[in-house]
Every structure is written in structure tokens, then in C-alpha cells.
């Protein structure tokens, strides 16, 4: 198969991201990650893509040139996909019209609930019943755009930010490749 080249953004620990180069491994996978971007040039993420030899591109979302600079190294290296792991800046409508690709984002939450910051605290504040996390295209609102996929599961009353947390990202490591494989399919 051919695949398609990716770019994954993240700012911090990069668990999604070494999961996405785990099973882009894979030969069936959709995706071969082509570049690494990160806002935060000491992300422990980027570990992951140096380990793995992974070009990656540290920005600096203060300087005014940085969209345009990006989308010519994206065009440079034909990336047809942008996957958000972790980046915890919104892309400005200019740019994602500009690249004119998919975008598409992981959240930790059962969108379109808690969106932005501080998810678990919100959800244990809210006392709801299940949470999950959600795959979604982006646009240039916060956590907004088109569904992709959703998985939950029940909240036990011993759950803490911490225990939601893991729990949300054991699912994020299933979620979200398999979205990728389903937008190659579908869309
Ligand atoms: C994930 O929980 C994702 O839902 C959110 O940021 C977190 C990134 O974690 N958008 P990691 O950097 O992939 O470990």
C-alpha cells in the first residue's frame, strides 16, 4: 500500500506519538510520519522522534513567520495529514485553510463535552457517569469539527484526575490509529 506522509504536533510527553510510530510500523498501517513538530523545544516528545529518526521542527509560535515557514516545510515533504497529539496551541484559520489537508485532533473527553483545559477536574466537578475521549477534525475553533471516533467507559466513584487520566489514554492508544485508518477509508 502506498501510505500517506504525516506530521504529528505535540507539545509535552508524547505517549500518542510513540504510539502512532509503533504502528506505523506496521505495513498496513495508512501513515508514515514524516516530520515531528513541537512548540516546546524540551517536550520529552521529542525524544521520541530523535530515538527514532524522525526529523522533527521545534516552533516558535511568538515569531509572525512561523505558519508560513511550516507550511513550506509541510508542502516540501508532501505531508497529507496533520495529526494533533498533545499540541496545545490552536491553529489559526489562515494556516489550516492554507494547508488545505486534513487536520485531525485528539481530546480527552466525550466531545462535545469539556472542552479545553483541565478535563478531568471538570468531569469529576460535573460527576458524570462515563468519559472517553474523542477523535476529531479540526477547525479554527477550540475542540470543535467533525467526529471521527468516540470511546468511553463508566466512572468508577474511586476515579481520580490521575486514574482517568491513564484510563483515557489507554484508549487514546486504540482510538486514534484507528481513526486514521477510517479516514483513509472513508473520507
Ligand atoms: C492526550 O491525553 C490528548 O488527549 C490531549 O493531550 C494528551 C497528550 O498526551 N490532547 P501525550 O503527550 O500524547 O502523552
Redesign the pocket.
Known sequence: MVKKNACIF??????????LINRSRDYSFPISIKLVVSNKKK???VLHAKKNFIPYLIINTKSQNFENYLLQDLKKRNISIIC?????KILSKKFLRNFGKKVI????SLLPKFKGLN?FSKILKHKEKKTG?TVHFVDEKLDNGKIISQRFFFIDPSDNEETL?QK??KL?YSVFPESIIKIFQNY
Not at 505535540?10 to 504510539?19: E, T, Y
Not at 494533533?84 to 496545545?88: D, E, I, R, S
Open positions: 505535540i507539545s509535552g510527553k508524547g505517549s500518542n506519538l510513540k504510539n517536550a520529552l516528545g494533533l497529539a498533545g499540541y496545545m485532533n485528539i481530546h480527552p478535563t475521549c487520566r483515557t489514554q487514546e
